[in-house]
Antibody, heavy 122, light 106 residues
Framework: EVQVLESGGGLVQPGGSLRLSCTAS????????MSWVRQAPGKGLEWVSG????????YYADSVKGRFTISRDNSMNTLYLQMNSLRAEDTAVYHC???????????????WGRGAMVTVSS | DIQMTQSPSSLSASVGDRVSITCQAS??????LNWYQQRPGKAPDLLIY???NLQTGVPSRFSGSVSRTYFTLSISNLQPEDAATYYC?????????FGGGTKVEI
């Protein structure tokens, strides 16, 4: 079965850090760009970051630029999101999503994980 | 950033009805428009990609179309399991952006 599974969410204080992981299975992870998309409680979808198949090119939404870092380990079929200097407005479910077409993250997302909840609160 | 305006924000319909949801981009996005369904507590599912292409496994009662800058998701013969929130998404330009969502109640 083709799937991705996020982990690493939790409660963190403002200014703190957290690292999310996304483990892929059922497809050749190294052939597909990946993204993180978040959803604040009761709100819509917001694309956070994307990474190409090699990891050589990344993109960040302005809301997280300079604070979040996306990376991947193709040997471990795993995508990461390092989140630093967290703010209350970063509270959301963070979904890992696979690009449908392959190499670039500017694409449709055909496989989504159920998400990891990140709560930023004192 | 490209703004995606979705309408209506919610609708209520009956089983067997046909409903339509529209999405308008703030600038030309060609056909780089996708539609997703998100049931409560679940991850989004891709329904339509590139404006009118049905994703594998999606029932044929879902369809997508485009007229100038207006994109439409249509659901015919509405079923109880279609109760969900639907989102459009453009990927013509970075950052990728989503519409605000349309909640469909049956």
């Amino acid at each position: 079965e083709v799937q991705v599974l996020e982990s690493g969410g939790g409660l963190v204080q403002p200014g703190g850090s957290l690292r999310l992981s996304c483990t892929a299975s059922g497809f050749t992870f190294s052939n597909y760009a990946m993204s993180w998309v978040r959803q604040a409680p009761g709100k819509g979808l917001e694309w956070v970051s994307g990474i190409t198949i090699s990891g050589g090119t990344t993109y960040y939404a302005d809301s997280v630029k300079g604070r979040f870092t996306i990376s991947r380990d193709n040997s471990m079929n795993t995508l990461y999101l390092q989140m630093n200097s967290l703010r209350a407005e970063d509270t959301a479910v963070y979904h890992c999503a696979k690009a449908r077409g392959g190499t670039y993250y500017k694409d449709a997302f055909d496989i989504w994980g159920r998400g990891a909840m990140v709560t930023v609160s004192s | 950033d490209i703004q995606m305006t979705q309408s209506p924000s919610s609708l209520s319909a009956s089983v067997g009805d046909r409903v339509s949801i529209t999405c308008q981009a703030s600038q030309d996005i060609s056909n780089y428009l996708n539609w997703y369904q998100q049931r409560p507590g679940k991850a989004p599912d891709l329904l339509i990609y590139d404006a009118s292409n049905l994703q594998t496994g999606v029932p044929s009662r879902f369809s997508g179309s485009v007229s100038r800058t207006y994109f439409t998701l249509s659901i015919s013969n509405l079923q109880p399991e279609d109760a969900a929130t639907y989102y459009c998404q453009q990927y013509h330009s970075l950052p990728v952006t989503f519409g605000g969502g349309t909640k469909v109640e049956i």
